[in-house]
């Protein structure tokens, strides 16, 4: 009888020991999964970072998914939302701030550029067409998969496909309406540019990379170690790279002599960066639905001193 109880002691024992371990280990989850969600909170609320004397403004908010970026005449903004299913739309944003859709029913619209008085523009979700838009017609011009983006001169239109492992580099000839495929087996290109040295560079998100389109098809690396590089843009200061990452993000500047600063951080899916106009530039921030303004440490000087 006495062992009996022993034996029922024992195992109280061993079962109240077990009960306050698991109960510790549920707790020590618990607070882990806290952790965790408080980590990514920060990470999607923690403002945009500006460099240096480099500051910046939300001009547009409400812009879904906002993408491609093209200035028109007068102030206005052409701007792509990159929605899936036949949702995504180009909208025209007026001086005033009112919104006006251009084309809507699109599955991810994600480039645009202007061209033979009107504009072409991609999308990226399966097989659809590069279509061209001109006085509200819209036209299409060839068939692609997963079309991302977009350069055009002269009598050359470029457009590049965002496909793992697979994607292809097209050259579409105005003139004769002739489709040459550059390059295949690119892995997510989403960008194509000519910059002001002369040179047409492109991107490979999933490497992190950005190349120089050659003759020879060698196309070397010419930027390395990027995180998600996505669109590109070139002028006076020298090539500016978005990073297409939904956590701590960053917009680079690499300047003409090769050095890469950080301009923007904890940037949330950035898109593409365009010239304003006025001595500022324009980036979509897809991730938090809406279009930042720039401005340039000079710039900033100036206004000061007009005041």
């Known amino acids: 009888m006495k062992y009996q109880r022993g034996l029922t002691v024992s195992a109280q024992i061993k079962s109240s020991g077990l009960g306050q371990f698991y109960k510790s280990l549920l707790w020590l989850m618990l607070l882990l999964l806290l952790a965790t ?53 180009i909208v025209r944003i007026q001086a005033d701030g009112k919104r006006e859709d251009v084309v809507s029913g699109l599955s991810k619209p994600d480039g645009i550029v202007s061209a033979r008085g009107g504009w072409v523009f991609s999308q990226e979700e399966g097989d659809t067409a590069v279509n061209f838009l001109l006085r509200g017609d819209v036209t299409q011009l060839f068939q692609g998969s ?45 960008s194509i540019i000519r910059c002001t040295d002369g040179r047409m560079l492109y991107t490979e998100k999933a490497k992190g990379v950005v190349r120089q389109l050659t003759e020879d098809g060698t196309d070397p690396v010419v930027y390395e170690h990027l995180n998600k590089p996505t669109f590109l843009m070139c002028d006076q200061r020298g090539l500016w790279i978005s990073e297409d990452s939904t956590h701590r993000a960053r917009l680079l500047l690499i300047d003409k002599a090769g050095n890469q600063k950080t301009i923007l951080s904890f940037l949330k899916a950035p898109q593409s960066i365009v010239v304003s106009g006025r001595d500022t530039y324009l980036l979509a921030e897809g991730g938090r639905n809406r279009v930042l303004e720039l401005t340039p440490p000079f710039e900033r000087v100036s206004q000061n001193q007009q005041r």
């Open 37 to 89: 969600l408080g980590f990514f909170a920060w990470q999607s609320f923690y403002p945009v970072q500006a460099a240096g004397q480099w500051s910046y403004q939300v001009v547009h908010r409400d812009v879904p998914k906002a993408a491609a970026l093209v200035v028109l005449d007068g102030g206005e903004l052409m701007v792509s939302q990159e929605l899936r299913d036949r949702r995504g739309s």
């Open 146 to 190: 997963n079309v991302q983006g977009l350069w055009n001169e002269g009598d050359h239109l470029y457009a590049i496909e965002d496909r793992h492992d697979n994607g292809r580099l097209f050259r579409y000839t105005w003139s004769d309406k002739s489709l040459v495929v550059l390059r295949d087996n690119l892995d997510e290109a989403e």
